[in-house]
């Protein structure tokens, strides 16, 4: 999901992204409401590549809370430019292995908000 909106009242941060995004993703499979339900109640694992934005002590815990579920994997990775396609790849793995059912990877960065919300507090500041 890509938040282009410059209004403050639009910003969003990461988690709030990655939810969209994911949610998006489900929908995107075009199942029949109860189906898509029952995709959702089954995800059973939550990778999630570390924001540098927003700091977050459980971020897949936040995620897993928000979607309504209970995943037996939760991670939450360091930084690197690498992490996407690893924990991606180790996501297959354990599906391919038959240790989970359905896995997310996400990751996101809300810099664009947190630049513009700054520039609108120092422009406040700066006028009052």
């Known amino acids: 999901m890509v938040n282009r909106s410059l209004k403050l009242e639009d910003a969003v941060e990461p988690a709030g992204l990655m939810l969209q995004a994911i949610l998006s993703a489900l929908n ?22 570390r924001t540098w934005t927003w700091p977050y002590p459980d971020l897949p815990g936040l995620l897993a809370e928000k979607l309504r579920v209970r995943p037996a994997h939760k991670f ?12 991606f790849d180790e996501a297959a793995r354990r599906v391919s292995l038959g240790q989970s059912k359905v896995a997310v990877v996400t990751g996101g960065e809300a ?3 947190c630049q513009y919300r700054q520039r609108c ?7 009052e």
């Open 111 to 113: 810099l664009a908000s």
């Open 121 to 127: 507090l120092v422009e406040k500041w700066l006028t």
């Open 76 to 87: 939450y990775s360091d930084h690197g430019g690498n992490k996407p396609g690893k924990l």
């Open 28 to 49: 995107d499979t075009e199942l029949p409401s109860p189906q898509l339900e029952r995709l959702q109640s089954d995800i059973d694992s939550i990778d999630v590549v």
